[in-house]
Nanobody
Framework: QLQLVESGGGLVQPGGSLRLSCVASGFTLDRYAVGWFRQAPGKERGGVSCIRSSDGSTHYADSVKGRFTISRDNAKNTVYLQMNSLKSEDTAVYYC???????????????????WGKGTLVTVSS
């Protein structure tokens, strides 16, 4: 069964950190590009970061550059998103997604993603 399950969300104060995880079941993860996306209340879903399958290169939306880090552990079929210096505007539901032929760039577009998780909620508030 193909499944993506995110975890690690929660409530954190501004300036704090969280690490999100995405476990991919039923996939051979190293064959896929992986992305993290988020949707804040009342807003459209937007791209956060992605990592290529070919060379492991990473890309980030401008709003998170220097604060977030995406990584992958293919042996564990898991992708991570380390989020530091969190701001209230980072509050959103975060989703991971996989794309077999996804083109990962700084635009972090959703087009080309084939599989999506159900999301994990991150709330940044004092």
């Amino acid at each position: 069964q193909l499944q993506l399950v995110e975890s690690g969300g929660g409530l954190v104060q501004p300036g704090g950190s969280l690490r999100l995880s995405c476990v991919a079941s039923g996939f051979t993860l190293d064959r896929y590009a992986v992305g993290w996306f988020r949707q804040a209340p009342g807003k459209e879903r937007g791209g956060v970061s992605c990592i290529r399958s070919s060379d492991g290169s990473t890309h980030y939306a401008d709003s998170v550059k220097g604060r977030f880090t995406i990584s992958r552990d293919n042996a564990k079929n898991t992708v991570y998103l380390q989020m530091n210096s969190l701001k209230s505007e980072d509050t959103a539901v975060y989703y991971c997604a996989l794309g077999r032929y996804y083109y990962c760039s700084d635009y972090v577009e959703a087009v080309g993603m084939d599989y999506w998780g159900k999301g994990t909620l991150v709330t940044v508030s004092s």
